[in-house]
């Protein structure tokens, strides 16, 4: 693929071009480098890649040309520095509070996060005495309560998952800046396509890229994206130390999925705004959680910050847990799976699931009720869907 200098053009060109390279046969997508080691021509070059005075590419957890191409990219679409590609999303999140949190030190978290991310500072790094705080970030009074002289991070997600809870991005980071701390911003629910959080004042952003970027349901890996080249060189090398590096051939995966981002994004977020307005009139649901509708708490904050409203609804049904379990167990159409973000629509249960590593009362605390079912919308027909969630909500 011929590099193109796509930093003053659009968006959709981005996603088609950013991050190609000069590729010696013309190659129209970006090679598949499947190796672990590159050859030195001489000694002298390998210790000055090794020193770092040279380019070029040496061990493939430290860089390899298929993972950097997707690195590229993604600082291009959410306008970083440079990205880090990681095995995994949790892969994405260990390197940013390894590289980031020290022993004796703080972070304040949205209750309602991913769980394991929220499980990772709290039975894990306070082993080592990292302390760590989860509350509703949806009102920054509490964040500004929850900040103390040891915070180094806080840490949301663009669309909780799976509250759908949206934070005021701008009001916290100048929060976390005004106490010497960083904003970091898991953006999986949103994408750059929808939501681009530097824009707004954060400091690190990063993504399970198993969700919508690839897009397909055939990938697990993750990306961290640092703002600007000091928070890069702290961060890179605790992904290679940790050794939670992407693969050559997933990477490859990511790149083609990545191509329709905004064309999958578009017609999934058309069909969920079209769902979640069906469901609200259902007489079987009792609430429905859906940022792009004017009932969402924080509908008029996701306006201003976000450029559409995504494909992920939360619902709670009258006939609580039970109906909802009726519901999952008699789609045809969606599937029961957890993962989200693809081009094929899923359904969960996040107590019970996604977030059953959380206490019941954390749950509680943050909005995760038994009741509470998750929907990834897909790319079907709208009518189709509606059908199959039609004839399960009769079964209840
Ligand atoms: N961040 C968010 C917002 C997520 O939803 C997930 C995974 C992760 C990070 C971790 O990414 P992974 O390591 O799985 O690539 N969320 C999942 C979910 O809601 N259902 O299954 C996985």
Partial sequence: MAHIDTKN??????????????DPYGSATVPIYQTSTFAFDNAKQGADRFAGT?????????GNPT?????????????????????SGMGAVSTVYMALLDQGTHMVGTASVY??????????????GVESSWIDTTDLGHLRRAMRPTTRIVYTESVANPTMDVTDIRGAADIAHEHGALLV???????????????????????????????????VGGIVVAKDEALYRKLRPMMTTL??????????????????????????QENAATIARWLEGRPQVEWVRYVGLPSHPQHDLARRQMSGFGAMIAFGLKGGL??????????????????LGGVETLIEHPASMTHAGMSREHREESGISDGLVRLSVGIESANDLIADLAQALGKI
């Fill in 243 to 268: 050794g939670c590096n992407m693969d050559p051939h997933q990477a490859y995966l990511v790149l083609r999925g990545l191509k329709t981002l905004s064309l999958r994004i578009e017609r999934a």
């Fill in 185 to 219: 911003v898991d953006n999986t629910f949103c994408s750059p396509f929808l939501h681009r959080p530097f824009e707004f004042g954060a400091d690190v952003i990063l993504h399970s890229v198993t969700k919508f970027l690839n897009g397909h349901a055939d990938v």
């Fill in 9 to 22: 053009l659009g968006f959709d060109t981005k996603v088609i071009h950013a991050g190609g390279h000069h």
């Fill in 115 to 128: 769980g394991p991310s929220r499980l990772l500072a709290e039975k894990h790094l306070s082993r080592f």
């Fill in 322 to 339: 039970e109906a909802g379990r009726a519901v999952m167990d008699n789609v045809r159409l969606a599937t029961l799976a957890v993962s």
């Fill in 54 to 62: 040279t380019d070029g590419f040496i061990y493939t957890r430290l």
């Fill in 67 to 87: 993972i950097n191409a997707l690195e590229r990219q993604m600082a291009e679409l959410e306008g970083g520095f440079a990205g880090i590609a990681t095995s």
